[in-house]
């Protein structure tokens, strides 16, 4: 039996696979790093047409590919519709091929499915989110069958753990923590402290 996060269902414990882009992976990862049940958060490039990508090819916009992220999360302790939550709030659909000053194909919005159910599960949470005009516009993310995932070189991983001083860090990355810890509290592994 498939479950709705595109691994087999079963025993509590066993991992699913979603796969996520949502602008700079460096953004996104740092965001679904601090949700309880997922157990690793890897970046990496996806939905492109050259085998093995470098970072400085898919940033040309030539390859196709899109950053984007591959979680290893546990559907009993995080369903797949919350990690769909997180994704449309910490992001923003509906721009075409562009995250703030971060322009190109290699940043646009996507789901990549696992399988059906995660495809309709997709569906309904943007006619949900499009029906409500939670957002500035209509919802562009593309919805598309997961195709081979790449993992970024080595320095992409951890990125924002690794460097939060860094200035793209400090004005981007850290806005999107932020937001998750105060607006998905009750999804955290660790519960902000209060000061």
Same mark, same amino acid.
């Given at each position: +039996? +498939?479950?709705?996060?595109? +691994?087999?269902?079963?025993?509590?414990?066993?991992?699913?696979?979603?796969?996520?882009?949502?602008?700079?992976?460096?953004?996104?990862?740092?965001?679904?790093? *601090?949700?309880?049940?997922?157990?690793?958060?890897?970046?990496?490039?996806?939905?492109?047409?050259?085998?093995?990508?470098?970072?400085?090819?898919?940033?040309?916009?030539?390859?196709?590919?899109?950053?984007?992220?591959?979680?290893?999360?546990?559907?009993?302790? &995080?369903?797949?519709?919350?990690?769909?939550?997180?994704?449309?709030?910490?992001?923003?659909?509906?721009? =075409?091929?562009?995250?703030?000053?971060? &322009?190109?194909?290699?940043?646009?919005?996507?789901?990549?499915?696992?399988?059906?159910? *995660?495809?309709?599960?997709?569906?309904?949470?943007?006619?949900?989110?499009?029906?409500?005009?939670?957002?500035?516009? =209509?919802?562009?993310?593309?919805?598309?069958?997961?195709?081979?995932?790449?993992?970024?070189?080595?320095?992409?991983?951890?990125?924002?753990?690794?460097?939060?001083?860094?200035?793209?860090?400090?004005?981007?990355?850290?806005?999107?923590?932020?937001?998750?810890?105060?607006?998905?509290?009750?999804?955290?592994?660790?519960?902000?402290?209060?000061?």
């Amino acid at each position: +039996m +498939m479950s709705t996060s595109g +691994m087999a269902a079963g025993a509590e414990g066993e991992l699913a696979k979603a796969t996520f882009a949502g602008g700079c992976f460096w953004c996104t990862e740092a965001v679904y790093a *601090q949700i309880k049940g997922v157990h690793s958060v890897t970046s990496g490039y996806i939905a492109g047409k050259n085998p093995n990508p470098t970072y400085e090819q898919v940033c040309t916009g030539q390859t196709g590919h899109a950053e984007a992220v591959e979680i290893a999360y546990d559907p009993q302790q &995080v369903p797949y519709e919350k990690l769909l939550e997180v994704f449309f709030s910490t992001h923003d659909p509906t721009t =075409k091929n562009r995250q703030g000053a971060d &322009v190109g194909t290699q940043y646009r919005s996507g789901v990549f499915y696992h399988d059906d159910a *995660q495809k309709k599960t997709a569906e309904e949470v943007i006619a949900k989110l499009d029906a409500a005009k939670v957002l500035p516009g =209509k919802i562009v993310t593309e919805i598309t069958p997961a195709s081979t995932f790449y993992p970024a070189e080595k320095y992409h991983q951890d990125y924002f753990a690794n460097n939060p001083f860094q200035p793209y860090c400090q004005a981007v990355v850290s806005p999107k923590v932020d937001k998750v810890r105060k607006v998905f509290k009750d999804l955290l592994k660790d519960p902000p402290s209060t000061p």
